[in-house]
């Protein structure tokens, strides 16, 4: 018998799959497309930006339109935007070790830089986050603070990029006009 191997999904399959949410996205009303991506990212001049320039003809250009407002975000708005942002953290069913670990991680992390430690977990398992996170958060301590600003930056425009397709994602699966209520991990 011949095993038949899969087609690999595309890119241009991923974003037929989300037409239907990209479509409702661009219907909305300004204020409820602005008040969906500040859910994304907590930057009002990114959600403006994103807001004002549809329709996006599809997911890749709203993901590229993402990325270049992320870029072109002042320092006061990557700090509006991480102000809205909550640290990592672990499910409660954890080991308490852990969960000092990442507190003590956390704080001085915070203390060292001002802001809460950011990080996009996408594409990793659950059971890995912890030792992802751990790990991250001590080489970061090490980072010169222009260093870690830009990574920062870099680690914003990816969480973005997920909650993005998670918003596209559950307004195509959403009945009705309007957006669902929120996206991804805060």
Request: charged share 25%; aromatic share 6%; net charge negative.
């Amino acid at each position: 018998m011949e095993a038949v191997v899969p087609e690999p999904v595309s890119v241009s399959t991923r974003t037929s799959a989300h037409s239907s949410g990209l479509a409702r996205f661009n219907a909305w009303p300004r204020d409820l497309a602005e008040a969906s991506l500040l859910e994304c990212c907590g930057s009002r001049r990114w959600a403006h930006r994103l807001a004002a320039h549809r329709p996006y003809p599809d997911v890749d250009t709203l993901l590229a339109a993402s990325d270049e407002a992320g870029y072109d975000l002042a320092p006061v708005d990557i700090a509006e935007a991480l102000a809205t942002e909550s640290a990592p953290c672990l499910h409660h069913d954890a080991p308490r070790a852990a969960h000092l670990a990442l507190r003590a991680a956390h704080a001085a992390y915070e203390s060292r830089f001002g802001h809460v430690f950011v990080i996009c977990l996408d594409g990793l398992r659950p059971s890995q986050h912890v030792d992802q996170v751990l790990a991250a958060i001590r080489t970061r301590l090490t980072h010169e603070p222009d260093e870690e600003r830009s990574l920062t930056a870099e680690e914003m425009r990816r969480l973005a990029r997920g909650r993005i397709i998670e918003l596209v994602t559950e307004a195509g699966r959403t009945p009705g006009p309007f957006p669902p209520v929120a996206y991804g991990p805060r």
